[in-house]
Each structure stands twice: as C-alpha cells, then as structure tokens.
C-alpha cells in the first residue's frame, strides 16, 4: 500500500512536534524513521496508526485520503502498529491474543484458527505454540506473534516502534528475513529506530526528523556520517572549561551488574571523584536509567561492589544512600519526584533533617521563601507543586537537595524545559561542583552532554564504553556512539540482550 | 473557571438538599408523614436530657473510630478493619478485667489496666492487618474485612464458650463485671466523663498530629505520593504500619470503653457499627480533622433521634443509617460532579 | 442415607443465592470494577424481591425487581467510578452501607409475614436415578438456574469471542482499546450484568432459602461480604469459585449439623471459616511478588530457587491486572 503524508501538523500544547512532515512511502518499501529522543518519531506514527488526530494535513493510502479515528479503524485500514511493549495480554493465550478483537461469530473456531497460526508461522519461520501462555514468551516471539496477528488481519502497512531492542541475535535475524520478505510482497514497512546499523543494513529508504521537523532523506546506500548530522546537528562549540583538580573518589563501581526485565548490564567500573561531572548518553531503554538507579541505591545489583566515600554500601537502600551524602532526582517530576497536594513549603519540611515533633511554621515558611529566592521558582510558599509549571517544578526538585551532598544522580535534569530555566538549573548544578559535589546525569540532548560534562560514558543496547574525556568528542561522535556505532574497539561478542 | 467558593458550596448544599429529599420520599413511601418525621427525630434527640446524654454515649466510641480512619486515611490506606479493631479492644479489655477483677489491685487500676490493654489488643489488630498489607501483599481491604469476622467469631466462641456465664452461654454476654470495675458514670446512665474527655483528647491529639507535626506531614505524603516520599526520605513501610497501630490504639480504646462504661461485660456486636460509621464521617468530612467533634455530634444525634422515630411511627432505626448514607453517597457523588463541572467550564 | 441426601440437596439450595452473587461479581471483577455494594444490595434486593411477591403474588416480578435493584446499584457503582471519577471502594462501600439500611427501613411493613415461595419441580425420569436423582433433580427452578449459570458464567467467560474481549478490559484496557473496545461502555454494561446477577441472590434467598423478611434476624447481613472473599478464593474463575460457594454452604451446613454433638463451639465459628481462607489465599497468591521473598529467592542456590519459583508462579491466581484501575482512552 502507498503511503503518502502531506503536510502533518501535530501540538501538544506550545511543543509543535510535527511540523509539516511530507513523506511518501510506496509500496514494497521498507522505510527508516530516524531520530532523537523527542524528535516527533513517535507522534508522527501515533498519528498514522489512529492513536492521536493531527491538528491538520492529510494521509492518503492508495492515493485515497483518509481519516484515521482509532486504532481499530487503522487496522482496518490495513494499517498495523507492533509497538515497543507489544500491546498484548500476559495472562492469556497465543491463541486468544489472536483471536480477540477479530471480528466473528459468538463461538470462534479454536481449532481452525490454531491451523491457520501454524501455516502463518511456518511461513516465517516462527515458532509459537498457540496453547503457550504469552507471559512465558520472549520479547522476541510476542513481537512475531503481533506480527502474524496483524498479517492474519490483513494489515498492509507494519509500522515498528524500536523493535530490535531486546530481543536476540537470532530473533533479529529471523525478523529480518521476515520483513524483506514481506516487503518484496508488496507489504509497505515502516521502522522506526536508533540504531545506525540496524537502519543501514535493513532499511530502503530513510528519512530523520529533529525537533518535529523532517530535516532529510536518503536512500540505501547510507552514509552514516551523513545520518548522524541530520539526526543531532551541527557541531557544538565549547567554552573553554576549567577542570577542576581531581578530588577525592566518590563513587566508585567495581564490576557492577544490574538486571532488569529487558536488560542486563555488566561489568561495569567506574571511579568518580568530587566535583566531576559525569555525562550519561545514550537512546531511552539502553540501559542508563538502571544503571543511575543502581548508583543511587534504588535498585539492587546483582554483581559487583559499590562504595561511596571508601564506604561498601553494595544492596543498601537508598536511605543508607542518602545518609551517606547520595541524592536522585527522578525525571518524571510529579510521579516520582514531587507530592500532589502538598505546599512548596511542606516539600521543604519533608526535605530537611528535622528535629522535633511539631512542625515549625516559621521556620519552614523562611526556608520556603529563602529557597525560592535562590531558585527562582516562580510561585509562592503556599503554592501547591501541581499548580507550577514544569521549569518551576524542576527548579523545586533541585531546591529539595540537601547540602552539602557527595553525589547527585539526576535523570533528565532539564527535559521539556526552556533555555532559560536549563541555564539556571545548571549554573545551580555547577555551584555545587565548586563545593566538591559529583554530578552524574543522564539526558538524550546531545549538547547538554557535551556542554556540561567532563566526562561522558555511552549506553547502548546494555552496554557501556567506559569514561570518554569530553574533549575528545564531537557530536558526530557521540551520535555515532549513541546509534551503536564505533564500539568496536571496546567490545567483542554480542550484547547482553536477554 | 477557577475553583470558587460559591461553587464548592453550592454543591455541598446541593448533596445536603439531594439527601434530604430523597429520604422524605422513602418517608413517604414507610407511610409516615414527612415533617412531622423530621420533627420527631429533633425531639428524639434533644427533648430530654436523657436523649442528650445518650447521644453523648454514642459520640465517644464514634470520636475515636473516626479519629483513627483520619490517620489511616492520611497514609492512604482503607482500613475497613476498624470494626474488628475496636472488637479486640474490647475482647483484650474483658481479659484483663477478668484476669484481674479477684485480686487486692485497687480498682481504678484494674480498669485503668484494662483501658491501656484494651488498646495494645486493637493495635495489635490493626497491626496485623497492616502485617499482611506490607509483608504479604494482602490488600487492607480484604484483609480488614476478613478481620473483621474472624474478631465477631472469637467473640462469640467466648462468650459461649471459656467465658460464658454460668449455666448457659447466651448472647447477652459475658458475666457483668462488679460494680466496682465499671468506670465512673453520670448517675448510672452509662456516659463516663472520663470517656468523653478522653475521646475529644484523642481527636485534637489527631488534630494537631496531622496538621502541625512532622510524623503527620511525612505521614500525608506516603499516602499521597509513595514514591516521592521514599526519595524525600521518609521510612514509607514502617509510616504505613505506625498508622495502623495507632488507629488499631484508638479504636481500642473505643472498645474498652464500651466494656467498662456502658456495657460492663464482652458481648456479640460489641462494636455496634461505630467502626464503619467512623469511615463514613471521615468520608464526609473529607479528611479535614477539625469538622470530626461537630459532624460526630450529627450522626450520633441522628441514631438518637431515630429510636424516637421507630418509637413513634414504628419505623425502624435504620432511617438513621439511610440519611447518613445518603448524604455521604451524594456528597461524594456531588464531588466527582462538581470537578466535571469544573473541567468542562 | 436419605437424610443425608436431602440434608446435601438442601446444602445446594443455600448455596444458590451465594453462587449468584459470586458469579455475578466475578464477572464484574472481571471486567476491571470492584463493586464493593454486594452486602447491601443482597440485603436490599431480598427485601425489595420479597415485598413485590408479597403485593402482586407474583414469584417472577419478585425475582425481576431483585435483579433489577442489583442492576440499579451496580450501575450507581460504575457511574462513580467511570463517570465521576470517585473511588470504586467509597462509592461501593457507602453503597454496601446503604443498601442495607434501605432494606430494613423499608422492609418493616413485610416482616414476618409469610409469602409465596418457590415450588418445587422435580425433573421427570432423572429425578429417580439412584443418588443424583434425589441430590440434583428435586429442586426448584431457581436452583436449577443456578447450576446453569456456572457453565454458562465459564462459557462466556473463556470460550466465546465476546468473552475474551471481556478478559481484555479487565487485564490491559489499551491493548483492548486498541483492537477495537471501548472499554468504559464494556465496563458499564458488565458492571451492570454482574450486579443483576448478585441482585437476583436476594429474592432466591428470601423466596425460597429462608422465606419471608425478617428484618435484621433474615439471616443474610454478612452474605455480600464473603461473596466476596469466595471471588477472591475463586480466582475469578467461575468454576472454582462455584466450588467455593459449595464449600461455604456445606461448612454452614455441618456447622449446624454437628453442632448438638460440639456444644463448645456455636455455629458461627464454622461460618467464618471463609475467611481465614480468603486471607491465606490473598497470602499465599501475592506472596511470590513481596520485596523480601524476591530477596530471600536471590539468595538461593539456583537449583532451589528455580523450584521454588515454579512453585510461586503455580499458586499465583492473580486478579485481572487492570482491576479497579479507571481507564482513560486519551
């Protein structure tokens, strides 16, 4: 099916994430969708599978223009999405998964249905016993499974979101395999990645998007050079930096292992010391947000050691942590980081090593009004978090840090925020270097990174290089890295994908 | 439009006119007049000063049950167990008398020992229904509830079984205790002043815990945001457990007062709905700890007034319970109203 | 031998209205909607299917109205939940609350006043099969209907297109939304269903069990509390949670049966036997995901901790993963 976008506009809000995308996709094509984090990738398919309603322009399948109202009506239309987290059911079935939302009589025909599983799945090469419970497959065989699910309902567009992650070498290779075959069939096939590698070996065609807009095309075969700059921009020039002495070590990691349910990082080590900026880049679901929540103490790991100040606080919690001078701040700032209902001031009550029973109102209301001085947040003692904006509420985040502190981990310190709180957030950050606090913080804004930090280690697909001087990169550099290029020279065998 | 005054009054008043009009047509449908019906619970309540005193009676135990929901309430928990909490209390209070109602102890010691462990045995109630909250992953719900009849059942196998009265058990308890061990009351009537003060105590002890202390704070933002409050510092699992054991304290107390002022011995139901009626007001009053001693002081009236209403036109008591359901049905209806209201203006 | 028979065919009779209110939450659970009210509306329903046979002599309008306020307070439940965006626990509590100060306010005027109640009707040819016969075919057709419905309940449920579609919006509501449900109108109609369904325990109560209201001696108050602990104990499967309500019924039965020969214990005590079942139940499914079983587990060597967690996983009888979680299409 022929795939024509004319002119997509999509809001959210004052975020314009997309921004008159055009883009044709004729049939039998497998196209690349490349592009950072927050680059509008994933609105511009929303958009396409019926997710989400562009604010104007049009989509056009076979030449006819039509209108996408619900995912339902997508799949009628032929188009089907096989998302990051397959949206199936764990607790039931292969055969029910398949056999639920296709229209039919009352009692489906478990048996012919289990038939025609079977002969889809030889087709491809897939495995899957349609009485298996889907909870106990692999990321990899509940991506076949939505796949044979949405060809047995006759899509004629697959769009994939991120597929290659997390699943095998094998898998991979299968799926592959699966989507040329279906594209020499004449099935067009959208994917949407990170991976340099995956784009280049796969893809016909690709088109990169950054800030909403659709800044290139290009087609096999990839330069990926010339990717890498259309995907994060030109390069940034620094400022001449001072580095600091090295201080006393902080933190240090000794073979580190942390486990989640997609990932398996090991390892791991890393030393660093007092007033050092640690920059941790890398696509979302690499591999950084367990491995900041390991240093913090918030999750386990399964290997290694861990010491804070000389200190072996390996399987404490994160109070231990906290006690021995380490702070986190989480990136989704109202469901982690902040408590709906409560005052700016309450927030700074809770915040501080308190003494007594009875809360001091005086006490707290100077420390509210002397915090957000001092912060700039734009709101009152009595304000209550939700009521902020997001800048002010970041702001309210980093106010919350004890000082002195050894350590502080933050997750996307400055995402969806404009320049002017960024520049504030971080000159805030950067004071409390000069006092010998360590920064590890990670983000997917490339000139952050480079901007802000001494050193730089990369995540991808659950590996990590080791601490990267930030002299010694560029932005194609890191973009590279980030896309899962240029790793060569650290690792050999394969990833610790599970 | 911004959250107005007018607005959020206008919906309350609007529960309240709701509620009120619905049980004048359930009036009508019993086959009694409205007005005078209305007249008749008024008078029930405050025409003697017997009335008055019993509602006192009943103000009590519903000042501490409600007292305890505000703090478990405040860690955002639903403790339906509190009827079998304020069971325990009075199980552990009848043991203790019991235990020690034939030695040479003084007697308001005794009872003083069987108030303090009347309330150790709600705590450790509550306690356990927390236990298998946090450490098993048992919601409080089903947990609570499933107390709450194992509570009923040890109660009845006790006063049918090792501490039944001599001859045959039967539901009217167990054996009154000597007048000795009964706390002090107002000529008999069964209202201790002891109970009263120690009641409102309790709940401007709620008051200012919630309010004005740090356990209180710290204890609002486990219920409101578990994981920010885990990363500001606060102990949330144990936060969770104290607020049991402190409800699981108050309630009771609730109970040991029941069996050393007004009922002088075990009996089946001993809790008398006060429990769930506790959650109802903290329901209406929503969560605010200063409207407890006034919207108590209605309800109690209202079961006051009630028996009045069964004694005149033989309706039974239960109106009480319907206009108390009612108004917190449609208050807390008339809340989700009025946010959509608010949203679509 | 006879004795015991009928003594187990009247066991099957008890066991009819607690099985209704069991399976009709079970598929409300199902759905994704706790509906907490069952206490109350049993009780109201029982009043209200009593009164209305009382005054029209007629035995099905008592059974419709039962079903109908079911379906009414269920409907109330949902409407709080999904509509005004209120707890599914307060609205269904303050509900279980009201019902039953409804039913014995209203149901003064019908206490203790005898009424019509169900005949019996024995099923010809089957009714004289040596054992079964007597057991399962001299009943009445309410208790027949409640035979019917487990099947029916467990065919829906898991072997019908629409029954899968159910499963769906109460384990991962986008996924369902995404082939196609709308999954609040879904929750509103089965909420509703199931409601009828527990709405229908009252009338088979009091229209036939136990006939006649009496008020707060009636026998029911506690009934709609530990349906649902046999929900939970059912694992929100129709079957199992059948054999649930039977167990029940029979441990009541035994209570009273056994009762002359342990003077000790009333009867009470075995009826409260459902739920320290429940709470071990509840334990022993969730205990597998507590923080520190998952630590003690990685302590293991790993032969151990491998049967140890295939034990874990086989007792899990989890609750439909999206239970009173509200859904939101945007």
Redesign the interface.
């Known amino acids: 099916m022929n795939i024509e976008l004319r002119h997509i506009h999509k809001h959210f809000g004052k975020v314009h994430a997309n921004d008159d995308i055009v883009l044709n996709i004729p049939s039998g094509t497998i196209q690349g969708i490349l592009g950072e984090n927050g680059a509008g990738k994933s609105t511009l398919m929303k958009v396409l599978s019926g997710f989400i309603h562009p604010d104007s322009g049009e989509i056009l399948l076979d030449g006819r223009q039509v209108v996408i109202r619900s995912p339902a009506d997508a799949i009628r239309l032929g188009v089907g999405m096989l998302h990051q987290d397959p949206l199936d059911f764990p607790p039931m079935r292969v055969l029910d998964n398949f056999l639920l939302g296709r229209r039919g009589g009352i009692f489906p025909d478990r048996n012919a249905v289990a038939r025609e599983i079977h002969d889809l799945a030889v087709q491809f090469d897939f495995s899957l016993d349609p009485e298996a419970y889907v909870d106990s497959l692999t990321v990899g065989e509940r991506q076949q499974l939505e796949i044979l699910r949405l060809l047995w309902l006759g899509a004629r567009v697959l769009i994939l979101d991120e597929p290659t992650t997390g699943i095998s070498a094998s898998q991979k290779d299968k799926l592959f395999a699966t989507l040329r075959k279906l594209a020499a069939q004449g099935m067009t096939i959208i994917f949407v990645s990170h991976k340099l590698e995956d784009v280049e070996v796969l893809c016909h065609k690709v088109a990169v998007l950054t800030a909403g807009k659709l800044v290139g095309e290009a087609s096999a075969p990839f330069k990926a050079k010339k990717l890498v700059e259309m995907m994060f921009g030109k390069e940034v020039s620094l400022e001449a930096r001072h580095r600091l002495k090295a201080g006393a070590k902080v933190l240090e990691l000794h073979d580190l292992a942390v486990e989640d349910i997609r990932l398996r990082l090991a390892g791991i080590n890393l030393d660093i010391h007092a007033g050092e900026v640690i920059g941790v880049a890398g696509m979302e679901g690499s591999g950084q947000g367990p491995f900041i929540r390991a240093c913090s103490g918030l999750i386990r790991p399964v290997n290694g050691k861990l010491l804070v100040h000389g200190h072996d606080l390996t399987g404490h919690s994160?109070?231990v942590f906290?006690r021995n001078g380490v702070s986190?701040m989480?990136a989704s700032r109202m469901?982690?980081?902040?408590?709906?209902?409560?005052t700016l001031t309450?927030?700074f009550?809770?915040?501080e090593e308190?003494r007594?029973?009875?809360?001091d109102?005086e006490k707290g209301r100077k420390l509210a009004e002397e915090r957000i001085q001092s912060f700039n947040i734009r709101g009152t003692p009595l304000s209550t978090v939700e009521s902020l904006s997001g800048g002010n509420q970041q702001r309210a985040l980093l106010a919350?840090l004890r000082a002195p502190l050894s350590l502080i981990l933050l997750e996307h310190p400055t995402r969806g925020l404009d320049i002017e709180s960024t520049i504030y957030i971080w000159s805030k950050l950067k004071e409390r270097c000069q006092q010998g606090t360590a920064i590890i913080f990670t983000s997917s804004d490339l000139e952050e990174i480079l901007q802000y930090s001494d050193r730089v280690i990369v995540f991808f697909s659950g590996r990590v290089t080791p601490p990267l001087e930030v002299s010694s990169l560029t932005t194609a550099k890191l973009g590279e890295l980030i896309g899962g290029m240029g790793w060569a020279k650290w690792t050999s065998g394969r990833a610790n994908e599970k | 439009m911004k959250n107005n005054v007018w607005i959020n009054i206008g919906f309350q008043a609007g529960a309240l006119v709701l509620a009120l009009l619905i049980t004048t047509l359930?009036l009508v449908?019993?086959?009694a007049p409205p007005f005078q019906a209305y007249q008749s619970i008024v008078s029930g309540a405050f025409g003697s000063s017997n009335d008055v005193v019993s509602i006192l009676i009943s103000w009590s135990p519903l000042l501490l049950t409600t007292a305890g929901v505000l703090i478990t309430f405040a860690a955002g928990l639903?403790n339906?167990g509190v009827e079998g909490q304020m069971v325990l209390g009075s199980i552990f209070a009848t043991w203790m008398l019991r235990l020690l109602q034939d030695t040479s102890l003084p007697p308001a010691l005794i009872i003083l020992l069987g108030i303090i462990f009347g309330m150790i045995g709600g705590a450790l109630w509550a306690g356990l229904a927390g236990a298998?909250k946090t450490?098993?992953?048992?919601?409080e719900?089903?947990?609570g509830?499933?107390?709450n009849?194992?509570a009923?059942?040890l109660t009845?196998?006790l006063v049918?079984?090792p501490w039944k009265r001599p001859g045959v058990?039967s539901m009217s308890g167990t054996q009154p205790f000597d007048q000795k061990l009964w706390l002090p009351t107002v000529s008999n009537t069964g209202l201790s002043p002891w109970a009263l003060v120690l009641s409102i105590l309790v709940v401007v002890i709620v008051f200012?815990l919630l309010r004005?202390?740090?356990?209180g704070?710290?204890l609002?933002?486990v219920g409101?945001?578990m994981?920010?409050?885990?990363?500001?510092?606060?102990?949330t699992w144990q936060y969770s457990m104290f607020s049991f054991l402190l409800c699981g304290a108050f309630t009771g107390l609730a109970g040991a007062i029941q069996v050393t002022a007004v009922y002088h011995r075990l009996l089946p139901n001993i809790s008398n709905g006060y429990g769930?009626l506790g959650?109802?007001v903290a329901?209406l009053i929503n969560y605010q700890a200063v409207w407890v001693l006034p919207i108590a002081f209605f309800f109690a009236a209202l079961n006051v007034g009630g028996i009045q209403l069964q004694i005149v036109y033989?309706?039974?008591s239960?109106?009480a319970?319907?206009l108390?359901?009612?108004l917190?049905?449609l208050v807390?209806?008339g809340?989700?109203?009025r946010?959509?209201f608010l949203r679509k203006a | 031998m006879d004795n015991i028979l009928i003594g187990l065919a009247g066991v099957l009779v008890a066991a009819a209205p607690v099985l209704f209110a069991v399976i009709g939450e079970t598929i409300t659970e199902r759905a994704g909607i706790i509906n907490?009210s069952l206490n109350g509306t049993i009780l109201l329903a029982a009043m209200g299917g009593f009164s209305v046979t009382y005054v029209t002599g007629n035995l099905l309008l008592g059974f419709l109205a039962g079903m109908l306020i079911g379906a009414i307070i269920a409907f109330?439940v949902a409407?709080?939940s999904i509509?005004?965006?209120?707890s599914q626990?307060?609205?269904g509590?303050?509900?279980a609350?009201?019902g039953?100060?409804?039913a014995?306010?209203?149901?003064?005027?019908y206490m203790n006043t005898p009424g019509p109640t169900l005949p019996t009707w024995p099923i010809p040819v089957l009714k004289d099969i040596p054992i079964l016969g007597p057991l399962f075919f001299r009943l009445d057709a309410v208790t027949y209907i409640s035979f019917i419905i487990i099947v029916l309940a467990w065919l829906w449920i898991f072997r019908t297109r629409p029954g899968l579609m159910l499963q769906g919006i109460g384990e991962r509501p986008p996924a369902a939304f995404v082939r196609g449900a709308n999954v609040n109108r879904l929750r509103y109609i089965y909420t509703v269903v199931g409601g009828a369904f527990v709405g229908l325990a009252g009338p088979a109560y009091t229209l036939n069990v136990k006939p006649g209201w009496m008020?707060t001696q009636t026998g029911l108050d506690?009934i709609g509390?530990?349906a649902?602990?046999i929900v939970?104990f059912g694992g929100w499967n129709p079957l199992r949670a059948a054999f649930g309500a039977y167990l029940f019924a029979l441990l009541e039965w035994l209570g009273l049966v056994l009762q002359p020969s342990l003077p000790?214990?009333?009867s009470?005590?075995l009826?409260?036997a459902p739920?320290?079942l429940?709470?071990l139940t509840?334990?022993l499914v969730?205990?597998g995901?507590?923080e520190?079983v998952q630590r003690w587990l990685a302590s293991m060597p790993e032969e151990t901790r491998r049967v140890v967690a295939r034990i874990l996983r086989a007792m899990r009888a989890s609750p439909p993963a999206a239970l009173g979680i509200p859904f939101e299409s945007e």
């Open positions: 994160y109070h906290k986190f989480p469901e982690e980081g902040l408590v709906p209902g409560l309450e927030h009550e809770l915040a308190t007594g029973l009875f809360v109102g919350l | 359930l449908a019993a086959g639903w339906i298998l450490f098993g992953g048992v919601n719900i089903f947990g509830l499933g107390l009849f194992v009923t059942a009845i196998y049918f079984g058990g200012f004005g202390t740090y356990f704070l710290r609002k933002a409101k945001n994981k920010a409050a885990f990363l500001l510092g606060v102990p769930f959650l109802l329901m033989k309706m039974d239960s109106f319970g319907v108390q359901d009612l917190v049905l807390l209806l809340q989700g109203a946010e959509r | 907490l109330i409407f709080g509509t005004l965006h209120q626990v307060a609205v509590f303050v509900l609350l009201a039953r100060d409804l014995y306010f209203l149901g003064v005027p008020g506690g509390w530990i649902l602990a939970i000790g214990i009333p009470q005590v009826q409260v739920f320290p429940m709470i509840l334990l969730n205990i995901d507590a520190w």
